[in-house]
């Protein structure tokens, strides 16, 4: 079984568009994340949630927005988006609360916007 | 499928021992390459990578690797390792627009 896996692998979509990333995770962790790959092919942390409450908001753009339905979960929805969304989105998850256990990460989602 | 292989799950050093951490990967075609070191409590930091050029590449706090084409590997090296040292190191490596992650070795240094 996976253990942190996100849906869709593809995104291709049109500019304006509304799309949503799917993110599950069966290790009973406590905290989930989303991480972006820039255009120079760094990581970087978007969005921190632990037990379905946001911790970290790393100066995203609101049209960004994290929704947890529960612990297992984390969805990244993206309204109006832009050509510059284009990146791959990478989901992790760890154990721990204000502390960032070692992080257990899907495969990534590549979004193209067009 | 492509993967990326860190064989060393947990490794235990006194303090000014040398480090080495092995990554392989299983992509035959041009990789860019990365180590992150995610120090307790924190995230991801990148500690250094190779996009081309020199296969000996310097990162932050006297870490470097090495990318090694025939063997598919990117090993990570410290001479002498400190008790901040201490965390987990990630390679990850970058074929088009996929990037893969190892599961990550877990560094104790030890006072």
């Known amino acids: ?114 | 499928a492509q993967s990326v292989s860190q064989h060393n799950h947990h490794v235990i050093l006194s303090e000014a021992a040398s480090l080495e951490l092995g990554c392989n990967y299983s992509y035959g075609g041009t990789v860019n390459l990365f180590w992150y070191v995610q120090y307790p409590g924190q995230h991801l930091q990148l500690l250094l990578k190779y996009f081309s050029g020199d296969p000996l590449v310097k990162g932050i706090k006297g870490f470097e690797a090495e990318f090694i084409k025939s063997k598919f590997s990117f090993n990570l090296r410290k001479p002498s390792v400190q008790w901040s040292d201490t965390a987990e190191y990630f390679c990850a490596v970058n074929t088009g627009n996929q990037f893969y992650f190892g599961t990550g070795t877990s560094l104790t240094v030890i006072p």
């Open chain 1, 1 to 114: 079984d996976t253990a942190v896996s996100q849906t869709p692998k593809y995104l291709v979509t049109q500019m304006g568009n509304d799309k949503s990333i799917k993110c599950e995770q069966n290790l009973g962790h406590d905290t989930m994340y989303w991480y972006k790959q820039d255009s120079k092919k760094f990581l970087k942390i978007m969005f921190s949630y632990n037990n379905k409450e946001l911790i970290i908001n790393e100066t995203v753009p609101n049209r960004f927005s994290p929704k947890s339905p529960d612990k297992a979960h984390l969805n990244l929805h993206i309204n109006s988006l832009e050509l510059g969304d284009s990146a791959v989105y990478f989901c992790a998850s760890s154990q721990g609360g204000s502390r960032v256990g070692k992080l257990f990460f899907g495969s990534g989602t590549q979004l193209s916007v067009l």
